[in-house]
Every structure is written in C-alpha cells, then in structure tokens.
C-alpha cells in the first residue's frame, strides 16, 4: 500500500530557530499533501493544504508566515515552523492524498524550549 | 461546511466482547468514510472505509455501516483484543472525487479493552 514517510520524528529545539519537517511519499506521486497539528487528547487540525508547483492553502488562524510550506516535487513537501515557540510545541502530521484515500505520516513531536 | 460528531469519547470493553462507535455528519456531499486507528505517539492508520454508495463493509473483525439518510456511520469490532486499545478517528470528506480532497475528523474515540 501507499507509504508515506516522514521525518524527523522527534525534534527539540530552542526558541526563536526554525525546523523543517519533511513528509514523502515512497510508492506513488502526490500532487496535494495535508498538514495536521495535534494537540495532546485531542483530534487532528488541518492547517495547510500543500500543492505541488503552487501556494499552500492554509486554513483560518494558521500563520502562513510562520509555518512555511513548500511542496516542490510529487513526491516532497516540507514544513518549516519559524521563530518557533514554546506554544508551537506539538505533534504534527502529514498525510498524501492517493485515490482512493489518504494516507499519514507517523508524525513529529515538535518541543521548543 | 462539514462537521463530523463522535460518540462515546472514551469506551472500555471487556477483552472478547464487541466496541461500537458512532459518528455523524452534517454535509450530504460527504461521500467517503474512513476509519482511523492511532496508537500512542504515532501517526494515524487507516482501519477501514467506505463510501457512500455501499451501506456495509467488513474486514475481519472490523465492520463500519452507513446510513445515508440520517447521516451517521459508525464502526463495530468484534472480539476485541487487548491490542486494540488505542485512539479511533472518524472521517468525511466532503469534496471526495474532487480536486482537492480533505478529511473532517470526529474528536476521537478511546478505545481500552480490559483483558
């Protein structure tokens, strides 16, 4: 089945310094990917649709400046969370579209300190 | 737009007996349902789905129904296991088919089954 990866897993990282999140898709082309934020007890919150070759859609309350997202290939789209803040800390998700449904990445747990 | 609504939000079932889990959903355009698992930690896993032009699907021990007309699904496990404890997400997309599709999730569901 689709497999889609991503990277890291796990990241700390001190105030103010931006990390990047990447989400591939191994066995197949993604024109669009999704990013999720999760709060702890909680449900997954689109925050942005990503399509290759174009701008992200970013939903209502997302900061487009903040979390910057770039989805230059089928198979690549990448989430950078800048100046980030302790508030940014949580666990977020990407997922590809593949007919006939989606898949999900196994996540990042984001930590600023 | 879509709003998906889940019940129970947590559930604890003895270890053989049967889970159910209900959602609801308010956009007739929501042609796709699927089910996710989620583990501690992990990112979710696609259980089971279905569309709207089926009323039931089953794989094994798991089995998910639609209603089209009330709007509601809902997801049934029989003889559960210990290692089916974990977190269920519903979902509708709305726009299935479409463009561009998207997930509305439900708030979840915990499932602990009791050994």
């Known amino acids: 089945g689709a497999v889609v990866s991503q990277h890291p897993s796990r990241v700390i990282c001190k105030s103010g310094t931006s990390v990047k999140i990447e989400c591939r898709s191994l066995d197949f082309q993604a024109t669009t990917m999704f990013w999720y934020r999760q709060f702890p007890k909680q449900s997954l919150m689109l925050m942005a649709t990503?399509?290759?070759?174009?701008?992200?859609?970013?939903e209502q309350g997302v900061e487009k400046d903040k979390f910057l997202i770039n989805h230059a290939s089928l198979t690549l789209s990448t989430l950078t969370v800048t100046s980030a803040h302790p508030e940014d800390s949580s666990f977020y998700i990407c997922?590809?579209?593949?007919?006939?449904?989606?898949?999900f990445g196994s996540g990042t747990r984001l930590t600023v300190v | 737009g879509e709003n998906v609504e889940q019940h129970p939000s947590t559930l604890s079932v003895q270890e053989g007996d049967s889970a159910v889990i209900k959602c609801t959903y308010s956009d007739s355009a929501s042609n796709y349902f699927p089910w996710y698992k989620q583990e501690l930690g992990k990112g979710p896993q696609l259980i089971i789905d279905?569309?709207?032009?089926?009323g039931e699907k089953k794989d094994q021990r798991i089995a998910v129904t639609l209603n089209k007309t009330a709007k509601h699904f809902s997801l049934h496990i029989t003889e559960t296991q210990p290692e089916d404890s974990a977190v269920y997400f519903c979902a509708a997309d709305p726009r299935y088919g479409g463009s561009q599709g998207n997930l509305i999730f439900g708030k979840g569901t915990k499932l602990s089954v009791k050994p």
């Open positions: 279905i569309r709207s032009n089926v």
């Open positions: 990503s399509n290759e070759g174009s701008k992200a859609t970013y």
């Open positions: 997922s590809a579209r593949e007919v006939p449904g989606y898949t």
